[in-house]
């Protein structure tokens, strides 16, 4: 009996093991099998294409509405889910971790998708994207790739529409470009009478459309021709055009592409202003609240453009550049005694538009350069107002400039339309050769114009009164002054010392303490231009000039030829030679006069 008991007893426990190993552990979660996934294939469903069908997978490349400025988008939804081995679903998303990222949408679409245009909506997995579909016989791809559990993805097909084809990718934003687009309908054959809109994508603006004519550059051969200007560019790359395109005007097809406008490392356009800060869109590329800093941020050759405001600075210059004030008399460089307020050490700089001042032991503007362009500027309170001039260094000289060796060969700068006031030595200094000094005021300076080591300069309709000295031409060939107004200048109105081949003409001589006068050491006068410089020596000109009142006669010009006195401005004037202007003017010349600006100019744009 006991022994019957003993088998009975391990039956029973055999048959409770045997339950327990059938019913129970099946139903531990299945982290303890490390051989069994978390989930099943995931799966992703396209709940609404877009389209008519919303199920069928298929859709046509949207309608641009002509004039609003806005790209069409198909808003795709769709539902991304899993199961576990409990058979329960498992949605994308509902977890917090679960982000946009890991979604791609690919395929033949205008722009790629980010997290304003693809968003997880609502819970259980469901998510809507925004897309442009651009061509006929392309695709979308979604794809999920679910980390750690797998990844699904659904295509949907491009059905109608047609094809464009920008010939770039990009191009550099700061200068004219002409945009090429080539346009084909859905067997490829070009399109010579399609409808062609040009959009910014970020400002949501049409800026250019076009219809075709079968024209070159209007359809001929499918090929659309835009010019895309500087000034319709803006002010901060990068940028997206839209390219929307139909098959021809009130045609239900339309295809899309685009073009970037990017970016350079250096920007040809740049704007200064004393109130940018870091807040400022561009801020650091391209916008700046400090000159200095708005030059060395620009391309070579391009354009640094300030704002009316309060610059103190010292300016360097030391590439070729456009550096525009918006208002000469309120866009001002003001300095703090010390220093120059733009000092150009590159060829082919313009300067235009500002007011300088107070750089009362330095100068306006000082350049030791070439093909330099110095406009529409106010320069006041300074030691010298413009400065050009030569600079000794030791170099070689070549056959062609043997006479210039040791020196740089400043020339062909053109200072015009400027006002010199006020400035203590000199309104305008000038070395080097083929300068032109032109419809400029210049007063109350020790000298308005000096010239010095100078070849070739020409000094045209500017006003020079109120000085202490009108033109000093000193050590200088073939100097021209020509149609001047020369008046009011307390000693003399020009000075012609130790030079060569002087042409004084047509100017107007009023009211000054003498009008003109002249020195010509022969020996010094011989050792530079004979020996040091190699011209010929040869008087000056005295031709045609008005001399404050009408006269029958030849005039006579004073001045001294003697064998070595120097320099001297300062009367007496001993005399003991004259030159002789045999035809002066019976009238005064009716010569173009620039008037101190007391008026503020037109506003910026």
Same mark, same amino acid.
């Given at each position: 009996?006991?022994?019957?008991?003993?088998?009975?007893?391990?039956?029973?426990?055999?048959?409770?093991?045997?339950?327990?190993?059938?019913?129970?552990?099946?139903?531990?979660?299945?982290?303890?099998?490390?051989?069994?996934?978390?989930?099943?294939?995931?799966?992703?469903?396209?709940?609404? /294409?877009? $389209?008519?069908?919303?199920?069928?997978?298929?859709?046509?490349?949207?309608?641009?509405?002509?004039?609003?400025?806005?790209?069409?988008?198909?808003?795709?939804?769709?539902?991304?889910?899993?199961? @576990?081995?409990? &058979?329960?679903?498992?949605?994308?998303?509902?977890?917090?971790?679960?982000?946009?990222?890991?979604?791609?949408?690919?395929?033949?679409?205008?722009?790629?998708?980010? &997290?304003?245009?693809?968003?997880?909506?609502?819970?259980?997995? /469901?998510?809507?994207?925004?897309?442009?579909?651009?061509?006929?016989?392309?695709?979308?791809?979604?794809?999920?790739?679910?980390?750690?559990?797998?990844?699904?993805?659904?295509?949907?097909?491009?059905?109608?529409?047609?094809?464009?084809?920008?010939?770039? /990718?990009?191009?550099?934003?700061?200068?004219?470009?002409?945009?090429?687009?080539?346009?084909?309908?859905?067997?490829?054959?070009?399109?010579?009478?399609?409808?062609?809109?040009?959009?910014?994508?970020?400002?949501?603006?049409?800026?250019?459309?076009?219809?075709?004519?079968?024209?070159?550059?209007?359809?001929?051969?499918?090929?659309?021709?835009?010019?895309?200007?500087?000034?319709?560019?803006?002010?901060?790359?990068?940028?997206?055009?839209?390219?929307?395109?139909?098959?021809?005007?009130?045609?239900?097809?339309?295809?899309?592409?685009?073009?970037?406008?990017?970016?350079?490392?250096?920007?040809?356009?740049?704007?200064?202003?004393?109130?940018?800060?870091?807040?400022?869109?561009?801020?650091?590329?391209?916008?700046?609240?400090?000159?200095?800093?708005?030059? @060395?941020?620009?391309?070579?050759?391009?354009?640094?453009?300030?704002?009316?405001?309060?610059?103190?600075?010292?300016?360097?210059?030391?590439?070729?550049?456009?550096?525009?004030?918006?208002?000469?008399?309120?866009?001002?460089?003001?300095?703090? &005694?010390?220093?120059?307020?733009?000092?150009?050490?590159?060829?082919?700089?313009?300067?235009?538009?500002?007011?300088?001042?107070?750089?009362?032991?330095?100068?306006?503007?000082?350049?030791?350069?070439?093909?330099?362009?110095?406009?529409?500027?106010?320069?006041?309170?300074?030691?010298?107002?413009?400065?050009?001039?030569?600079?000794?260094?030791?170099?070689?000289?070549?056959?062609?400039?043997?006479?210039?060796?040791?020196?740089?060969?400043?020339?062909?700068?053109?200072?015009?339309?400027?006002?010199?006031?006020?400035?203590?030595?000199?309104?305008?200094?000038?070395?080097?050769?083929?300068?032109?000094?032109?419809?400029?005021?210049?007063?109350?300076?020790?000298?308005?114009?000096?010239?010095?080591?100078?070849?070739?300069? @020409?000094?045209?309709?500017?006003?020079?009164?109120? @000085?202490?000295?009108?033109?000093?031409?000193?050590?200088?060939?073939?100097?021209?002054?020509?149609?001047?107004?020369?008046?009011?200048?307390?000693?003399?109105?020009?000075?012609?010392?130790?030079? $060569?081949?002087?042409?004084?003409?047509?100017?107007?001589?009023?009211?000054?303490?003498?009008?003109?006068?002249?020195?010509?050491?022969?020996?010094?006068?011989?050792?530079?231009?004979?020996?040091?410089?190699?011209?010929?020596?040869?008087?000056?000109?005295?031709?045609?000039?008005?001399?404050?009142?009408?006269?029958?006669?030849?005039?006579?010009?004073?001045?001294?030829?003697?064998?070595?006195?120097?320099?001297?401005?300062?009367?007496?004037?001993?005399?003991?030679?004259?030159?002789?202007?045999?035809?002066?003017?019976?009238?005064?010349?009716?010569?173009?006069?620039?008037?101190?600006?007391?008026?503020?100019?037109?506003?910026?744009?």
């Amino acid at each position: 009996m006991k022994h019957y008991r003993k088998i009975q007893k391990a039956i029973t426990l055999n048959s409770v093991l045997l339950f327990v190993g059938l019913t129970i552990i099946p139903t531990i979660p299945t982290l303890f099998s490390p051989s069994t996934p978390i989930l099943a294939p995931v799966d992703l469903i396209v709940n609404d /294409d877009g $389209s008519g069908d919303p199920t069928d997978n298929e859709v046509d490349v949207p309608a641009y509405l002509p004039g609003s400025g806005i790209t069409p988008t198909l808003t795709i939804n769709f539902t991304i889910l899993g199961t @576990n081995s409990s &058979e329960t679903t498992t949605y994308y998303g509902d977890d917090p971790w679960e982000d946009w990222q890991n979604i791609s949408i690919t395929g033949d679409i205008l722009y790629p998708v980010n &997290e304003m245009t693809l968003a997880h909506v609502g819970t259980k997995g /469901d998510w809507m994207c925004d897309v442009t579909p651009t061509k006929p016989g392309g695709d979308i791809v979604l794809c999920i790739d679910w980390p750690g559990n797998g990844s699904a993805n659904q295509t949907i097909d491009i059905i109608n529409g047609m094809n464009v084809h920008p010939t770039v /990718d990009s191009f550099p934003w700061g200068s004219d470009f002409t945009l090429i687009v080539m346009i084909q309908d859905m067997a490829g054959d070009p399109l010579k009478y399609g409808k062609v809109c040009l959009l910014w994508e970020e400002e949501d603006d049409e800026f250019n459309v076009t219809e075709g004519e079968n024209k070159v550059g209007n359809g001929a051969n499918g090929e659309y021709w835009f010019w895309i200007r500087q000034e319709d560019q803006g002010t901060l790359p990068p940028k997206n055009i839209t390219i929307a395109a139909q098959t021809y005007p009130g045609s239900p097809y339309w295809g899309y592409g685009h073009v970037l406008m990017e970016r350079p490392k250096n920007p040809p356009l740049v704007y200064v202003d004393d109130g940018y800060n870091m807040t400022t869109p561009g801020w650091g590329y391209n916008h700046f609240n400090i000159i200095q800093d708005g030059t @060395n941020a620009v391309e070579t050759n391009g354009t640094v453009l300030v704002n009316n405001g309060m610059y103190p600075e010292n300016i360097l210059i030391d590439k070729s550049l456009n550096l525009l004030g918006e208002d000469k008399n309120s866009t001002i460089l003001h300095g703090d &005694e010390n220093g120059s307020g733009i000092n150009i050490t590159a060829d082919n700089v313009t300067v235009s538009g500002f007011t300088i001042q107070n750089y009362t032991n330095g100068y306006g503007i000082l350049l030791s350069t070439s093909y330099n362009h110095i406009i529409d500027t106010i320069i006041s309170d300074c030691i010298g107002g413009i400065i050009i001039f030569f600079y000794w260094y030791p170099y070689q000289a070549t056959s062609i400039n043997t006479r210039y060796e040791g020196f740089n060969l400043t020339g062909y700068n053109t200072v015009t339309k400027n006002t010199l006031i006020r400035n203590r030595g000199v309104g305008i200094s000038v070395s080097g050769k083929n300068n032109t000094i032109f419809h400029n005021r210049i007063s109350q300076s020790e000298y308005g114009i000096m010239t010095g080591i100078a070849e070739s300069n @020409n000094i045209t309709q500017n006003t020079i009164s109120d @000085n202490d000295n009108g033109i000093l031409i000193m050590a200088s060939y073939d100097t021209k002054v020509y149609q001047n107004i020369i008046s009011n200048n307390e000693e003399l109105g020009v000075f012609d010392f130790c030079t $060569s081949r002087t042409l004084i003409r047509q100017n107007n001589f009023m009211e000054n303490g003498r009008h003109a006068y002249f020195n010509q050491a022969v020996l010094l006068r011989a050792r530079f231009f004979n020996t040091f410089l190699d011209f010929p020596i040869t008087r000056s000109i005295w031709e045609g000039n008005y001399w404050e009142r009408s006269r029958t006669m030849p005039r006579l010009i004073p001045g001294l030829v003697s064998l070595s006195r120097g320099f001297a401005t300062d009367p007496p004037y001993p005399v003991n030679f004259f030159q002789i202007d045999r035809h002066p003017a019976q009238e005064p010349y009716a010569i173009p006069e620039i008037t101190h600006p007391l008026q503020k100019s037109a506003v910026w744009l």
